[in-house]
């Protein structure tokens, strides 16, 4: 799907993930809000964060080897937005965040 609208991205998550759907548009809102796209906001979640010495990335083609690597220049988020999601995503459930328990959804 890279180079596809946004519009069509997100119709995708929300139809095929719809039980994802509040959480999506929380971070989409927040990517908007901070310029970034949400790989990037979530790799700089979690490479900002306290004691977080590397990242393991998942790949499934060389493609995506590329999309990684270019990650590794995603500026910080502000400060208070890391705040702002440590909160907001308190309480995503343990279904929504392990995709091995998403068979039949």
């Not at 990517?31 to 796209?37: N, R």
């Not at 909160?87 to 039949?104: C, L, M, N, Q, Y």
Request: hydrophobic share 50%.
């Amino acid at each position: 799907m890279a180079g596809s609208p946004v519009w069509i991205l997100r119709a995708f998550m929300v139809t095929c993930l719809g039980f994802m759907a509040p959480w999506l548009t929380l971070l989409q809102n927040i990517d908007d809000q901070e310029g970034m796209s949400v790989p990037e906001l979530a790799f700089s979640y979690i490479d900002h964060m306290p004691g977080i010495a590397s990242i393991v990335f998942g790949v499934e083609s060389p493609e995506r080897v590329q999309d990684n690597i270019a990650l590794l220049r995603t500026p910080a988020i502000r400060e208070q937005t890391l705040h702002e999601m440590a909160k907001a995503f308190a309480d995503v459930s343990e279904f929504v965040i392990t995709p091995s328990r998403w068979k039949g959804k």
